[in-house]
């Protein structure tokens, strides 16, 4: 918790340290992701190594809060929130540090580290990071992205299982996403 507490402080900081007066921005975000991974629950009686692959597709909503961090308007730092879903288990993204480079009027990249927590049945947390390429659509409000996303090492620790007292192994998940993602700009 004090480390959560901590990481929250370091980007609140970042965030309030601008290079210009109000240069704050709000981006909301909606599209669709594919993703591709793998839950590891160790060897299992049976002989089998335990893996079990993922693959899909869902909706995919995000929310960031940048903060222009140079007076040209190029360099923007941030934090944010990513909400969606792997094989109907719920992923909440946290971008503890997402940085975002405007190289061009309308062209962007970036890249983010953070950590995710997968809700299957037990918390599931780990690392979560990514990089993007965008491009502002229409004016400076309306962005179309391209996203990489991976999530390395979500573990859920050993359970007992309240049925027969045995206890349930450590589940361990890996992910890689591409999101397609509109943005709005306020």
Excluded: C
Excluded at 31 to 60: A, C, R, Y
Excluded at 143 to 168: F, I, N, T
């Amino acid at each position: 918790m004090v480390k959560q507490l901590a990481i929250v402080g370091i980007a609140v900081s970042l965030l309030l340290s601008s290079a210009a007066p109000f240069a704050a921005e709000l981006v909301l975000q909606a599209g669709v992701q594919q993703f591709d991974g793998s839950q590891d629950k160790g060897p299992q009686q049976d002989g089998s190594d335990g893996t079990l692959e993922l693959s899909g597709s869902s909706p995919s909503f995000g929310l960031v809060l940048y903060n222009n961090i140079d007076t040209k308007q190029r360099h923007w730092l941030g934090a944010g929130f990513d909400y969606y879903e792997l094989e109907s288990m719920a992923l909440k993204g946290f971008r503890a540090i997402d940085y975002q480079w405007r190289f061009s009027e309308r062209f962007y990249t970036g890249a983010y580290i953070g950590a995710a927590s997968l809700d299957s049945g037990y918390p599931q947390n780990g690392y979560y990071f990514g990089a993007s390429l965008g491009a502002f659509v229409w004016q400076d409000k309306l962005s179309l992205k391209a996203e990489l996303r991976r999530g390395e090492g979500l573990a859920r620790d050993k359970l007992p299982d309240e049925q027969d007292g045995s206890v349930q192994p450590d589940l361990f998940l890996d992910f890689n996403s591409l999101a397609l993602q509109l943005g709005w700009h306020f």
